[in-house]
DNA sequence: CGCAGTGGACTAGCCCGTCCAGTCCATTTA
DNA sequence: TAAATGGACTGGACGGGCTAGTCCACTGCG
């Protein structure tokens, strides 16, 4: 019987159980290969290949494929949060106030604008589009995915844009009556057809057609809740 | 040399050419199939056995896989292209145009939410929103299945919404500078949630919570652009 | 010494695409 | 009318290729 509380370790020999650094080198690589192939056609040994460690480690540290799937796309997954979060200190400082008011300044169009392009960017991001293609190719087979995506990735922005509305209708800028629903019809307009693109795989919306959806975009809340 | 015009027909035997009949038949069992497990998962064999038909009479039809896939995706594209035409009377007539009025009565409010009704109804139709993930699912390993979305699906109903826009504009009952960018921007509004949800196959959208959603569009659309 | 990791062989299974002998049948020919 | 014809279709077998997952003898290191 064990009664030490530390990190399990034998008689001798280097601390007990798999080696995180090769847990991840196999993470990065079924990310990389998982991405490029879909879970089908990518195999273990690639990934093992990959990850320049042999096919048995990977079955020792995640014991079969569908389970190296899962972390992989968990593992992905919370890359493209962190990146909302930090890539974006305007959202959410590390306090998740610090900075709430830094789209509080100029005029509600300027700020909505401001943020329509922020949303873009983090929405439409490379890698972040590969994971949606590859878990909306994936979730029916692989339920264990559905919590990854239910919540919907852009909830924190609609939030933090919910309280800044609500803050420019207290202060009779803007007269928005469920600052909630506004939130979500700004994020629905700017995020729509890059998605749709994104999804498809075509041509990745140029600056200027971004800027044309996401300016019209503040335009119309702009116009609508003009008090 | 041959000199009828006719079906090619030999010395003897029944009019050449494979059986219109069964290549149906092979196709209606290749989209279940391919709908289901998806392009990898979707076996050659089994989609002979529901077609009821040998796999070397698929082979003779469509040659490989590949191709069948193809071919399976069209024919469902235009199934889902014709119930958006012939299901929804409103939005073209036979001719293009007897029906082009049929929203014109009403306040503008009432005639948006009709729409938005009519318009979630068309895309969140499970086979379409099926289809939709199979292709984002594929589309990248198969370019050839890039036309069949590459114009977007709601690019007609876009257009007729933008024309009742224009008319209601031109009628003093709004005040719609841009009336494709504001159909646009009506669509988007209305689709984007359940697009969302239809993508990840969670739970597809009450029919309450459809309603919050055009009806807020709606009155987002006649605020921002009231005379 | 003990254990994580290695590399390669191996099993078992799936699937695409081909092949082939034989059936069916509409039409042509005798 | 009866036989011949040739093409579509059948059903089952099979080759070749790839893959998940296992096994094992071996290595290197703390």
Excluded at 198 to 204: A, F, H, K, N, V
Aim: net charge neutral; glycine share 8%.
């Amino acid at each position: 019987m064990r009664t030490d509380s530390g990190p399990r370790r034998s008689a001798a020999g280097r601390p007990a159980g798999p080696q995180p650094a090769k847990r991840q080198a196999i993470l990065e690589a079924a990310v990389a290969v998982f991405l490029r192939e879909g879970y089908n056609r990518a195999s273990v040994d690639v990934i093992a290949d990959e990850a320049r460690v042999s096919k048995q480690t990977v079955y020792n540290h995640f014991g079969d494929k569908e389970r190296l799937f899962i972390a992989a796309v968990e593992e992905e997954r919370e890359r493209v949060a962190a990146g909302f979060a930090a890539g974006s200190p305007y959202v959410l400082g590390p306090d998740g106030a610090a900075n709430a008011e830094a789209y509080d300044g100029g005029d509600a169009r300027a700020a909505l604008i401001a943020f329509g392009h922020r949303v873009l960017a983090v929405l439409l991001d490379e890698r972040a589009s590969a994971l949606r293609r590859l878990v909306i190719a994936e979730v029916a087979r692989h339920p264990s995915l559905r919590p990854a995506c239910a919540e919907g990735e852009p909830q924190q922005l609609v939030k933090y844009l919910a309280e800044m509305l609500g803050r420019r209708s207290s202060r009779g800028e803007l007269s928005v009556p469920d600052p909630a629903a506004a939130a979500h019809q700004f994020v629905a307009l700017v995020v729509q057809q890059g998605l749709y693109q994104s999804m498809y795989g075509t041509r990745p919306l140029a600056d200027d057609e971004a800027a044309a959806i996401y300016e019209s975009a503040a335009d119309l809340l702009v116009r609508a809740y003009r008090p």
